[in-house]
């Protein structure tokens, strides 16, 4: 045999792994990674017939491996710079977007994804024009990103305008969740409090050196079935926030002309209160906004 021949033959006992296997091999760590075991158990599960994907699915995202990976991405920051800036992407947003004031970037962007608050938006924003530095206290904020018919996105829309206009949003809520997305859609000008609501508002009231620019309260769910505990709830919010209420202070309850409901929904108790102190009716839809005179 030649040594050009020689060199040609591969060296004895030496298996090169196929494509497969090395794909095989590297899902195999995958699972391994984002569960407890070694990637077998899911694997053998997968095997089977009637699997059920989607629990299966839950199953690892629910598990410790998933929440300890999750926690350390969100955690490990070796800078600043992303709690600085809002995502964009994030809420669906495209980059142009990031580079437009925020009226311009309320009508080309904003006002046709909202669907049924466009309106009540718009208001909202035209009446915060009159005032300087606002700041805005909003109850339950931003959960699903890219959601805005189905929420509004209110959370990202106020950081926007506070962060041109030089003011401040303040938004609460009771799960973590929910509050870590917030969190990432916006910017430094928003701070996010994980508690309940009322007892947020009473805090922030007695701390309070000057009322709020708005009051947004869109926190306890409606069920169009049982209303009154909504209702009852965001009548607790605005009782718990009256040291943040003055002259000027926009109000806003989200969900308030609900079909099959009609008008009330998780107003109905405040929309009672604003009357008696005779607050100003700017706008009433699927929101309902008041502006307090005195």
């Known amino acids: 045999m030649t040594e050009q021949n020689k060199r040609r033959q591969k060296p004895p006992h030496c298996k090169i792994p196929t494509l497969s296997e090395i794909e095989n091999s590297r899902i195999v760590e995958l699972i391994a990674t984002l ?45 600043v710079e992303w709690v600085m800036r809002p995502d964009h992407d994030y809420v669906g947003l495209p980059s142009e977007a990031a580079s437009c004031e925020f009226h311009t970037g309320f009508e080309a962007y904003i006002r046709d994804r909202v669907g049924k608050r466009s309106d009540g938006f718009k208001a909202i924003f035209d009446a915060l024009d009159n005032h300087t530095r606002p700041l805005i206290v909003e109850t339950g904020c931003l959960r699903v990103p890219r959601n805005w018919e189905g929420d509004g996105q209110s959370t990202f829309q106020f950081d926007w305008y506070a962060r041109e206009r030089g003011g401040h949003v303040i938004t609460i809520d009771a799960n973590e969740e929910s509050i870590a997305s917030a969190r990432r859609a916006c910017s430094s000008a928003t701070s996010t409090i994980l508690n309940d609501s009322v007892a947020a508002l009473t805090t922030l009231g007695a701390m309070a050196k000057a009322p709020v620019a708005l009051l947004y309260l869109d926190s306890f769910d409606l069920d169009t079935s049982d209303p009154m505990p909504s209702a009852v709830h965001h009548a607790m919010e605005i009782m718990a926030a009256r040291d943040l209420l003055g002259p000027g202070t926009i109000v806003c309850v989200d969900d308030f002309d609900v079909p099959p409901l009609g008008p ?4 109905l108790i405040v929309d009672q ?11 009433s839809g699927y929101q309902k906004i008041w502006r307090l005179n005195s």
């Open 35 to 79: 569960t407890d075991d070694d990637g077998e158990v899911i694997r053998s599960e997968l095997r089977k017939d009637d699997v059920d994907i989607k629990a299966l699915a839950k199953r690892i995202a629910t598990g410790s491996p998933v929440e300890i990976l999750s926690k350390l991405a969100l955690t490990g920051t070796t800078n």
């Open 264 to 267: 009330g929904g998780k107003g």
């Open 273 to 283: 209160f604003l009357k008696t102190v005779r607050a100003e009716v700017i706008y």
